[in-house]
């Protein structure tokens, strides 16, 4: 396969990962606004956390300065500005779609042109009032994508790297969810074991769809350590790390190629490392220490990604690498 549509499918994948992580953020955000007893310190906390996960806080800052409920929803979720919005997402995902026309399934271009048209359609009545029915929209949508992807697609290359670009997204937003919950939303230890503390932890088990894993595997109130070892190390849970490296890395082992080595040799040793881990090494290690390492060296393995199978040596991709949201420490924890 060409790296030139190696690179497009990568990316189309990537960006529909992307916008219905957004809509998820964004969704437990507005959910979470609606709880009762929230000062004004902890209202901005609120709304500054999505700024940080989806690596938008300082386009945000130079557009409109305060952290505003209304701001922050529309500059992540519909402002064409902002490369990590959804609009922008769905927009970049039909244009690496539309340049891979012939390498995807009819199915599959109708269902990324109607999200995208549909946008376009929709964007003059959205506002405060209905947005979480868009949110709904763009994971159902996006839901879609990946029946009917699976349901028509050749198992080749192109489902090989859209996979990639999938769960390399995912982990890299769970890891996000994760850290930004842990280092920025209760600065005070007064707060731990409160019910604000409870209503965080289970609006972030929301956010990734494992509210219910958690009650059918634990059983249990919600507590830290248990809500990360769900997240970070368990195999069945759809949206952990440990899950997405183990999608990772046994897709890198069966596309065709012997140039890259070095990725599935650093994909090994992340799915190892999670495999083998126990969440007390986690938290003894510390949390955020180790989602920063985590975070780190899967920026290395997409970068090795990119070298191995979706760089051109003789024929550059016209802008290089694509706008991504790895970046190797949180922005400032506070607005």
Not at 16 to 21: G, K, L, M
Not at 153 to 159: E, P, Q, R, S, T
Not at 239 to 263: K, M, Q, W
Request: overall charge negative; aromatic content about 8%.
């Amino acid at each position: 396969m060409l790296s030139r549509t190696a690179d497009h499918l990568f990316w189309m994948a990537r960006y529909i990962e992307r916008a219905e992580n957004t809509a998820r953020i964004l969704d437990v955000a507005h959910r979470t606004a609606m709880l009762p007893d929230e000062d004004e310190g902890a209202v901005a906390r609120l709304w500054f956390a999505p700024l940080n996960i989806c690596g938008s806080a300082e386009g945000y800052e130079k557009k409109y300065g305060l952290v505003e409920a209304g701001n922050v929803t529309r500059y992540i979720a519909l402002d064409p500005d902002n490369p990590s919005s959804i609009y922008s997402s769905l927009m970049q995902a039909r244009e690496s779609a539309r340049a891979v026309r012939g390498a995807i399934t009819t199915e599959m271009w109708e269902i990324i042109n109607s999200m995208w048209l549909d946008l376009k359609r929709m964007l003059p009545s959205l506002d405060q009032a209905n947005l979480d029915g868009f949110f709904d929209w763009v994971k159902e949508r996006s839901h879609l994508f990946r029946g009917v992807t699976l349901g028509t697609i050749l198992k080749d290359d192109a489902l090989y790297f859209i996979r990639l670009g999938t769960f390399l997204e995912r982990a890299d937003n769970t890891a996000r969810i994760l850290d930004v919950k842990y280092h920025i939303l209760l600065p005070s230890v007064a707060d731990v074991g409160g019910a604000a503390d409870y209503y965080q932890w289970g609006a972030l088990l929301n956010s990734v769809s494992a509210q219910e894993a958690y009650r059918k595997i634990y059983r249990d109130s919600i507590t830290p350590m248990r809500v990360a070892e769900l997240l970070i190390l368990r195999a069945d849970m759809p949206r952990s790390l440990h899950a997405c490296l183990n999608e990772v890395d046994s897709t890198l082992e069966v596309i065709n190629g012997s140039t890259g080595r070095e990725a599935r040799r650093l994909a090994g040793e992340l799915h190892a490392a999670l495999h083998f881990t126990r969440i007390e090494d986690v938290f003894a290690h510390g949390l955020h220490e180790y989602l920063t390492d985590f975070l780190a060296r899967t920026h290395q393995l997409s970068n090795e990604i990119h070298d191995a199978y979706l760089s051109l040596k003789d024929d550059k991709i016209p802008g290089g690498i694509r706008p991504d949201r790895f970046q190797l420490q949180l922005q400032s924890t506070s607005p």
